[in-house]
């Protein structure tokens, strides 16, 4: 996310059985519902974990969502509970995303463990959330619930209206650079790093790099096909990185930094194909392979959006016209 959901949406009306409720809250998703059952929940990172299941803190100013001003809902990470609308979001200057009110019955509040400050669950789920603060006055609710953006997942207005969206996967070396163009690339929804084309299920970034899995290092792009198109981000993909270069690019040596298109459509292929011949045709010699995609796998959360977080750019990716 962090973390958009890549999945075709329909109209689902969600109210909670757990509480006499007033107002229903109505959005969008085929396969999101809200998982009571906990052997369904969302697998959790070990950086989830630490902070859902035992009660952590994500760095100040680091969060997916302090500056989100889109519209939409925000849902519990773990068992996809509706929480707090966008309209009630707002900037305190905390640095978390902070809300003045909640979705009603969704979330709950206890008494924290250190004796004063009082701690905000959900309601479903009992993942940590954060805390909530009362007499501020930052708003007229006089109320802010300081959350931490690891424990939320956020499905944006456009998401709930249906919006179509395509994706594609390239790897062209270290994801980290891979993704920093791809993310501020026009009609990019959201992008995910991960490993694909190995043949061990869930890999971790270890294993991927002994050389043993089989795995690119690649990065998962979700589009708008209104705004942009898949041959404008294969074009992109040829010209943020050296094509030429064989199980490497730049300093970074061994068969997960290959250059490789894993298309998910005859479509994709067409072009993914017909972009490289040009390119050899003008002389170029790519190296790089075009492969039915299989399982993606995403990566750790601390490799997600590096260069949006850590700053600088990337080390062995650079924008050479070619086209």
């Known amino acids: ?81 509706p929480l707090f609308n966008s309209s009630d979001k707002f900037d305190s200057g905390s640095g978390w995303p902070a809300f003045d009110d909640a979705i009603e019955g969704s979330v709950k509040e206890i008494p924290d463990a250190d004796g004063y400050r009082t701690e905000i669950v959900c309601a479903n789920c009992g993942g940590h959330l954060g805390h909530v603060f009362k007499g501020e006055h930052f708003t007229a609710k006089n109320t802010r619930h300081c959350v931490n953006s690891i424990s939320l997942n956020f499905v944006s207005e456009d998401m709930e209206n249906n919006v179509k969206t395509d994706t594609a996967i390239f790897a062209s ?35 991927v790099c002994s050389h043993t ?38 300093p970074d040596i061994g068969t997960q930094y290959r250059t490789e298109i894993f298309y998910l459509n005859d ?13 050899i045709d003008g002389g170029l010699k790519v190296a790089t392979n075009i492969t039915k995609a299989t399982t993606f796998w995403e990566g750790e959360d601390y490799h997600e959006h590096y260069y949006s977080n850590k700053g600088g750019t990337p080390y062995c990716h650079g924008y050479t016209k070619r086209f």
């Open 1 to 81: 996310m962090k973390n958009l959901f890549s999945f075709t949406l329909v109209l689902l009306t969600i109210g909670f059985s757990a509480c006499s409720q007033t107002k229903e809250q109505t959005f969008t998703t085929s396969n999101l519902e809200i998982m009571h059952d906990s052997s369904q929940w969302n697998k959790l990172t070990p950086e989830e974990e630490r902070v859902i299941v035992y009660k952590g803190t994500e760095m100040i100013w680091k969060g997916e969502y302090v500056d989100n001003h889109e519209e939409g809902v925000y849902l519990c990470k773990r068992c996809n509970t």
């Open 173 to 207: 070396g270290c994801f980290w650079g891979t993704e920093y163009f791809f993310e501020k690339a026009e009609g990019v929804i959201s992008t995910q790093v991960g490993y694909i084309g190995g043949h061990k299920d869930n890999p971790t970034y270890k294993e």
């Open 213 to 250: 899995t089989g795995h690119a290092e690649a990065v998962r792009v979700v589009y708008d096909p209104t705004k942009t198109d898949y041959e404008t981000l294969c074009k992109l993909f040829f010209e943020t990185h050296d094509p030429t270069q064989v199980d490497r690019q730049g």
């Open 267 to 279: 479509d994709q292929k067409a072009i993914a194909e017909k972009l490289k011949q040009q390119l």
